[in-house]
């Protein structure tokens, strides 16, 4: 494995959408602070993932790693499914 393989970023996030074909929307959740009122808060970013294998469900724990661009919004890529929907 390569310096640039082993350096990607990774996230973890829950499918929210698997309509598409071989890709799926992953939301990832982060705690941060507010800066004037120090509430803790929740940000949501969506990202739009690589399912090649059309393996991912909708509520799907995933990691998701970075890879060089696959369309328009696509720059992720599911790495593994951490623990499937109920």
């Not at 982060?30 to 509430?39: D, E, F, S, V």
């Not at 739009?48 to 992720?76: F, H, Q, T, Y």
């Amino acid at each position: 494995m390569s310096e640039k393989a082993k350096s990607r970023k990774t996230k973890i996030g829950v499918v929210t959408s698997d309509k598409m074909d071989k890709s799926v929307v992953v939301r990832t959740t982060r705690l941060m602070k507010h800066k004037l009122y120090g509430k803790i808060v929740r940000r949501n970013v969506k990202y739009m993932a690589d399912d090649p294998n059309n393996e991912c469900r909708i509520g799907d724990r995933v990691l998701i790693e970075e890879c060089r661009p696959l369309s328009k919004r696509k720059r992720w890529r599911v790495r593994q499914i951490i623990e499937r929907a109920v």
